[in-house]
């Protein structure tokens, strides 16, 4: 496929289906725990065709699990039966740890499992682009030194922080095209502790990062979709297209509504109705009513796509998400008359 038409495709529709980050919820139908779907690539293909199966959505999103890398590196992972995992800790604390650390195979740890799971995804799922999940430079460094640490480090030793971003995106890089090797049409990175920077410290510590990657594994048959759901994402929006990724997706902590009016119109933006306090605690009441609003606000930016502000978390009740995908129809279909 390519992904470059596809997107021009999407802007070009005038009924857009929604892009939500759903997986993790596959869970309530396959009757297993969190902690056997992250450990299984069975169990995460299967959940994706699931998921497919279950709503019209605009593409397949596996796990937004932003533990995996952090876990290659070494770091210890938390994980429980209902939650996503989270890194405990951190393991580079001196400049002398940054020299050494190696930068892992990504077939260590669970990581083999995730490529494996897209490739399995892919023979299953065959009417839309499936995406891998992956997290973002800045992000896995944070994972790595600790994530306040991290702020600290870009006044204090930013050359101790960058030896470790470096050796971060020498391995994405290698993560991301074995996933493009198992046939993924793409990658949605996550990059939300770029969120908390400043515009120019995330100029410095993050989209140069980014880029690299980019440029390396973006190409006609491979996209990568920037996530941000820092509240500083629409001032550091100029540094975020710098990246080159042509499409970006933007959590709840900003207003679409400021975002549109500054993204260019040859750039896809995706976002953001509030995955926790709406489609986790809200009603359907609640979320339809959220849908349509950004809907009724945006949909007429041809560059504009529904989806969820991040991932939506796997005990999000089903009715719920399946009132999203009925607010995106009804207001489709009025569109449409």
């Excluded at 939500?20 to 994706?48: D, N």
């Excluded at 050494?100 to 065959?126: E, F, H, T």
Aim: charged residues 25%; proline residues 5%.
């Amino acid at each position: 496929m390519n992904m470059f038409e596809w997107l021009d495709k999407v802007k070009s529709s005038t009924k857009k289906k929604p892009f939500p980050v759903l997986s993790y919820p596959a869970i309530q139908m396959m009757g297993i725990t969190v902690k056997e779907l992250i450990s299984s690539a069975e169990y995460q293909a299967r959940g994706m065709q699931l998921v497919a199966d279950a709503v019209d959505s605009l593409a397949s999103v596996s796990l937004m699990d932003l533990s995996v890398e952090a876990e290659c590196f070494g770091s210890t992972v938390k994980v429980t039966d209902g939650e996503v995992p989270t890194v405990v800790g951190a393991i580079v604390t001196t400049p002398e740890e940054a020299e050494n650390l190696k930068v892992p195979s990504v077939q260590s740890c669970r990581a083999g499992i995730y490529i494996d799971a897209i490739g399995k995804a892919k023979a299953l799922i065959s009417d839309r682009p499936v995406f891998a999940g992956v997290i973002g430079p800045f992000s896995l460094a944070g994972r790595l030194v600790d994530v306040t640490e991290a702020m600290i480090l870009c006044f204090e030793d930013p050359d101790m922080l960058k030896t470790v971003l470096e050796k971060c995106t020498e391995f994405l890089i290698n993560y991301i095209k074995a996933y493009k090797e198992q046939g993924a049409d793409g990658v949605v990175i996550a990059e939300p502790l770029a969120g908390m920077l400043s515009p120019d410290l995330a100029a410095e510590f993050s989209h140069p990062f980014v880029k690299r990657i980019v440029d390396e594994c973006q190409d006609e048959k491979f996209l990568i979709v920037y996530h941000n759901c820092g509240n500083g994402a629409v001032r550091m929006l100029d540094g975020i297209l710098s990246t080159g990724c042509k499409a970006l997706h933007f959590g709840n902590a900003v207003d679409m509504r400021d975002v549109m009016k500054n993204v260019p119109s040859d750039v896809v933006a995706m976002g953001n109705v509030d995955p926790a306090g709406v489609f986790l605690a809200g009603t359907e009441e609640q979320v339809k009513a959220e849908t349509l609003a950004l809907l009724n606000d945006l949909g007429d930016y041809p560059n504009f796509v529904l989806s969820s502000g991040c991932d939506i978390p796997p005990l999000t009740p089903w009715q719920n998400i399946r009132a999203f995908f009925k607010a995106a129809k009804e207001y489709n279909d009025k569109k449409g008359q």
